[in-house]
């Protein structure tokens, strides 16, 4: 290679570098920059917690299957100061299912078990409607599945389990693969601020 040639390669090829590099850069920053936001869900897009439809055939669950971490950034949490306390409450207990001797369906709804019923005061054993329980959500097992949450709303239930968008375990990717994924266009990127989460779990209303 001449002396001129081999100089106009050096400048290209350092040119080529340089651009890769100031690209590099330039996309890192873009990534880092759009990693600041944050994800939220639509309430009034997710099917299920939008009202008006309900069953377990219409559950969508990429809340729960999409996400890249391991476990869900998606969670269900129930807002204590909504809840009816129901003695049966079709999102801890699958309505369906064969009623028990003590008149209570005999199986739960929650795949992974994650939710707990406790009862509230002294227990009536002749009135059990009248009796009343808190619903508790533990965050270690739901995935988001939106089971319960599909269930908990008008017309068997009062909307107070909803999910929400975990801030403090979010990763924040640029291309949230749930986004990508949610096909009601109700997975939304809303800014370096993340909306306030609503109740969680045991805040009492
Ligand atoms: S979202 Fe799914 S895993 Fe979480 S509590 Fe509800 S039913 Fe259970
Ligand atoms: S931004 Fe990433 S971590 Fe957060 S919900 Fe989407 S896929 Fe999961
Ligand atoms: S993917 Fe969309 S529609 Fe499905 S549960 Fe998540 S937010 Fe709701």
Redesign the pocket.
């Known amino acids: 290679m001449s002396e001129s040639c081999r100089r106009d390669f050096l400048s290209h090829s350092g040119r080529a570098a340089c651009a890769i590099a100031i690209g590099g850069v330039g996309v890192e920053l873009g990534r880092r920059a759009c990693a600041q936001d944050a994800w939220t869900i639509e309430a009034n897009r997710c099917v299920n917690i939008r009202l008006g439809v309900t069953g377990a055939s219409n559950v969508c669950e990429s809340c729960?299957t999409s996400c890249v971490l391991p476990l869900s950034a998606v969670?269900?949490v129930n807002d204590h100061s909504q809840c009816g306390r129901c003695c049966i409450c079709p999102?801890y207990f699958d309505v369906l299912s064969p009623v028990g001797p003590d008149g209570l369906p005999t199986k739960k709804?929650?795949?992974?078990d994650?939710?707990t019923r406790t009862a509230i005061g002294e227990v009536d054993p002749y009135d059990p409607l009248n009796n009343f329980y808190e619903y508790a959500?533990d965050e270690e097992?739901?995935?988001?599945?939106?089971?319960?949450?599909m269930e908990c709303k008008d017309p068997a239930g009062l909307g107070s389990?909803r999910?929400e968008v975990r801030h403090d375990l979010c990763l924040r990717c640029n291309r949230c693969t749930i986004a990508s994924n949610c096909p009601e266009d109700a997975y939304r990127r809303v800014g370096p601020e993340p909306p306030p989460a609503s109740k969680l779990e045991g805040a009492h209303g």
Do not use: H, Q, T
């Open positions: 729960a969670r269900a999102a709804l929650c795949p992974r994650a939710i959500i097992k739901c995935n988001g599945c939106g089971r319960c949450v389990i999910l």
